[in-house]
């Protein structure tokens, strides 16, 4: 009995093979959230109820202003506020975000192919069939039963071992035990030498999972980015909108107020031509004002469709007013240092270089598929026989009888096209990917220029705006005291101030445009260099648990 233990107890200590770390913490928080909540519920399943989303208790507090006599409320939001915002309830995200879980499944059953399989069979058979000799019996009653268990190993060893009883009945009047019990046990290997075989090539499948699973990781942050880079421009647009707006209403009072003057000199010297000519003036600056209010309700409405809170449902009336200042200080960058930095944190490039290391084990695989097949097999088995089943197990385990199998196959199809096809297949996708990842680096190099380039543009007409604000500033403020000391008013000189206010409005317009433009261009450049998070202050919880000790291992388990 103690051979059959002793292997028995080798085939435990070869171990299952585990898929790898992965702790719940690799979810990111708003994933935890996703698989408490299920997918996004809406209050209706169709029609409008689809344009409001329901959220729980975890949400952003927002500072709701509710002004006597206003028709739509007022809610103060600042830009990491709006971020947090989308990252909880961004469709575009939870869709994303379940990959690195479906991901980790295949890590799961790439690691199951290693585990333990029990097997087993019953069957009773009844033969009774016409014999030409008296030396054979032709009725015969055989019942068998086998029970057993097996595993591959990473070598791509075959283990089995399997104890088998067999209960037989028949009339044969020249066998001693017409009804007999025979109870086997076997052990058995089957090693691969050359192909399928060695750890190399039987953790690919686990390893390349492995990297599956990092590129859903690499995926998940991109997204996340990418909706941080989305929300960023559409807050600056808003702060635009707002800005432009406010801009129109000033331009607007003033030239209200040059109508007015205008109206009280009728009997001075202003003509029925100057009236008409400020009068004019106010109706089409009114005009440009209505449109810049338009223009306020579609930057709301796109802001508010990516935050997807139900306090800023789109069908109800509110008024969305962004708090933080966009930045208007110069930020130097060099485009080496951001190119550098581009290389190593930009999730495509995470993408590309996992892409690489998953053709590499692909083409090893595809190497060892071109060798020939040679394994090697060997068993041993323990019989007993006896006319009871007790008997006969006693028997087995004294081990009065055994047999051993020591034995090779080899195989080698001629020609060995289709391995050294699939060679050549995974060796030109390996360049292909190596080709990718150049393309992508190239691709990186173009984007970091381009938003350098962008945010020293954008930052040089913040700068020449400011000054063409302050001289068209001085310009009007030069009219307007020549008009009071001026003896008479004419269409020219009305003509003139009303151009001079209209300088001012469009300078200052773009003053704005410009240093949105520059705020873009920050954000634009932190996303392709992929520090966008980190300027944020936004850390996905797959980071903190990857930077965890790992779990203690059996000694001698595979990783």
């Not at 909880?88 to 295949?106: C, G, H, K, M, T």
């Not at 306020?296 to 139900?310: K, N, W, Y």
Request: hydrophobic share 45%.
């Amino acid at each position: 009995m103690v051979p059959i233990a002793a292997a028995l107890a080798l085939c435990a200590g070869v171990g299952c093979v585990r898929p790898g770390r992965i702790e719940p913490g690799l979810l990111t928080r708003y994933q935890k959230a996703v698989l408490e909540r299920s997918p996004q519920p809406r209050v209706a399943g169709d029609g409008a109820g689809l344009l409001r989303p329901i959220t729980d208790a975890d949400r952003v507090p927002l500072k709701i202003v509710r002004k006597d006599g206003a028709e739509a409320v007022t809610v103060e939001l600042t830009l990491a506020e709006a971020i947090r915002l989308a990252l909880l309830n961004s469709l575009d995200v939870r869709v994303v975000s379940f990959q690195p879980a479906i991901s980790r499944e295949d890590m799961v059953q790439a690691a199951a192919a290693f585990d333990y399989v029990a097997f087993g069979s019953f069957q009773h058979v009844i033969q009774d069939e016409a014999t030409v000799s008296a030396l054979v019996s032709g009725e015969s009653h055989v019942t068998e039963a086998e029970l057993g268990v097996r595993k591959t190993t990473v070598t791509g060893a075959e283990l089995s071992a399997a104890w088998e009883l067999v209960r037989t009945s028949d009339a044969n009047q020249f066998i001693a035990l017409n009804r007999r019990h025979e109870s086997v046990f076997t052990l058995s290997v089957t090693q691969p030498l050359l192909r399928n075989a060695w750890p190399d090539y039987n953790l690919a499948a686990l390893r390349v999972a492995r990297l599956g699973y990092r590129t859903s990781i690499s995926e998940f942050r991109q997204q996340v980015e990418a909706v941080v880079s989305q929300v960023q421009g559409l807050y600056w647009a808003l702060v635009r909108a707002r800005r432009d707006c406010a801009i129109q209403e000033e331009l607007l009072a003033k030239t209200i107020e040059t109508r007015d003057r205008v109206r009280k000199r009728r009997k001075i010297d202003a003509t029925r031509v100057e009236v008409k000519q400020a009068e004019a003036a106010v109706q089409t600056r009114r005009a440009r004002l209505l449109r810049a209010r338009k223009a306020i309700g579609d930057a709301q409405d796109e802001l508010a469709r990516v935050l997807a809170d139900e306090r800023l449902g789109l069908l109800r009336r509110y008024a969305l007013v962004p708090t933080t200042a966009p930045v208007a200080t110069r930020v130097r960058v060099d485009a080496g240092d951001q190119l550098l930095d581009a290389l190593r944190f930009s999730p495509v490039m995470e993408q590309a270089r996992l892409a690489i290391r998953t053709a590499d084990i692909n083409v090893r695989l595809a190497e060892n598929e071109t060798l020939p097949v040679l394994n090697f097999t060997a068993a041993v088995a323990y019989q007993g026989l006896r006319g009871n089943g007790e008997d006969a197990v006693a028997q087995m385990a004294g081990h009065d009888h055994i047999s051993y199998v020591l034995g090779g196959t080899f195989e080698y199809p001629i020609g060995n096209r289709a391995a050294r096809s699939a060679l050549r297949q995974r060796k030109f996708e390996r360049l292909q990917a190596i080709a990718s990842m150049q393309n992508a680096a190239d691709q990186l190099a173009v984007d970091v220029n381009e938003a350098v380039r962008e945010i020293e543009t954008a930052f040089a007409e913040v700068e020449a705006n400011r000054a063409a604000v302050a001289a068209a500033k001085a310009e009007l403020e030069a009219l307007e005291d020549t008009e009071k000391i001026r003896g008479r008013l004419s269409p020219e000189f009305l003509q003139v101030k009303l151009g001079a206010q209209e300088l001012l409005a469009a300078v200052a317009g773009e003053e704005v445009r410009a240093l949105v433009d520059y705020n873009r261009a920050l954000a634009r450049l932190a996303e392709v260099t992929g520090t966008i998070l980190h300027q944020q202050n936004i850390k996905l919880a797959v980071e903190a648990a990857t930077e965890a000790p790992p779990r203690p291992r059996p000694a001698g388990a595979p990783e």
